[in-house]
C-alpha cells in the first residue's frame, strides 16, 4: 500500500477483511445449504420414480434438490443404489409398456392393433405383413464391395 495515508490505507484493510469475512461466510452458507444427506436423496429419488411413474434417470434427478453433479457423486453409475432407482425406471416402463398393450387390444384402431400383431408375432408372420420385404442379412457371409477405381488422368470415353 505504497503512496496511500494512514486513512486510505486502513480503509483498504478494513475492506480486505470485510471481503474476506463475507467469503467466508458465503462458503459457510453453501456448506450448510448444499450439504445434502445421501439416504434423504436416495429415499426422495425412489419416492419420484414411483410417485410420479418416471422412466428416465434425468427425470428423477429433476425431482431432487440437488444437482445431477451431487447425484452421480452420490450414486455412482453401478452402485447399489444407482441400481435399485434404475430398477424402479425398469418397472415403471414395463408397465407403461403392458398399459399401452392393453390399450391397443381393446381398442379399434387398426394400426395399434397391427402394431400389437408385430410385435407378438414371428418372424415369418411379420415378413408376411410387410408390404415390402428386404434381407438386409448376409447369411453368416462377409460383406464384400464391388469397388472399381476411375483414373483421373485419362478421360472417360463413351
Known sequence: MIGLN??????????????QKMIN????????VMNYDK???????KS?????????????????PCDKTTFY???????NEYNTIKSLLTKNKVNTK?????KWMDGDNATTQLALYKLCSTDEE?????QQYVDHTTKDQPIIPNLYFVDASEPETE
Open 48 to 64: 419420484a420414480a414411483v410417485d410420479n411413474e418416471l422412466i428416465f434417470i434425468e427425470d428423477v434427478i429433476s425431482f431432487l
Open 73 to 79: 457423486r452420490f450414486f455412482t453409475v453401478g452402485s
Open 98 to 102: 403392458k398399459t399401452l398393450r392393453k
Open 39 to 45: 439416504n434423504e436423496i436416495f429415499e426422495q429419488a
Open 6 to 19: 494512514e486513512h486510505e490505507k486502513n480503509h483498504n484493510l478494513a475492506y480486505l477483511l470485510f471481503t
Open 126 to 130: 411379420r415378413k408376411k405383413l410387410q
Open 25 to 32: 461466510i458465503a462458503v459457510l452458507i453453501i456448506f450448510f
